[in-house]
């Protein structure tokens, strides 16, 4: 608590000399304006990429704990097929029709899912004796 209180200060601290100086300078003509203008473009960006970044944080997240891998069959937002691919933004699965549903993985890790079936591995073809 101690810590926050003297983070406070300091800031307010740097902020008041900041202001004190725009105010000798009379930089506030143009500075206000500039810092203004540099807040909008920052929210409009920030509101822009906000799905996008939240798409590829669940892939990362998908990815590195591999619930599920390709060939596992899983059942999500009402969608259940095939896992054909999964990247950091997009899941595609392949349902029983043959129809390709692309699904963004936000909503996928949201939602939550079902793991139907779990592809396994031939491993018995790929094992040779060594002589």
């Not at 139907?116 to 060594?130: F, I, N, P």
Request: aromatic share 6%; hydrophobic share 50%; glycine share 8%.
């Amino acid at each position: 608590m101690q810590n926050l209180l003297r983070r406070i200060i300091v800031y307010g601290l740097w902020f008041a000399v900041l202001m004190h100086v725009t105010a000798v300078l009379k930089l506030g003509e143009i500075l206000y304006p500039l810092i203004g203008a540099s807040v909008l473009v920052g929210a409009a960006v920030a509101l822009a990429v906000k799905d996008a970044l939240s798409d590829a944080v669940a892939g990362i997240f998908l990815l590195l704990d591999r619930h599920f891998n390709i060939g596992d069959e899983i059942e999500t937002m009402k969608h259940r097929g095939e896992i054909i691919d999964v990247t950091l933004r997009k899941t595609r699965l392949k349902t029983s029709d043959g129809t390709i549903v692309v699904l963004p993985n936000g909503k996928i890790d949201s939602s939550g899912w079902v793991l139907h079936k779990k592809k396994t591995e031939d491993v018995g073809a790929s094992s040779q004796k060594l002589t």
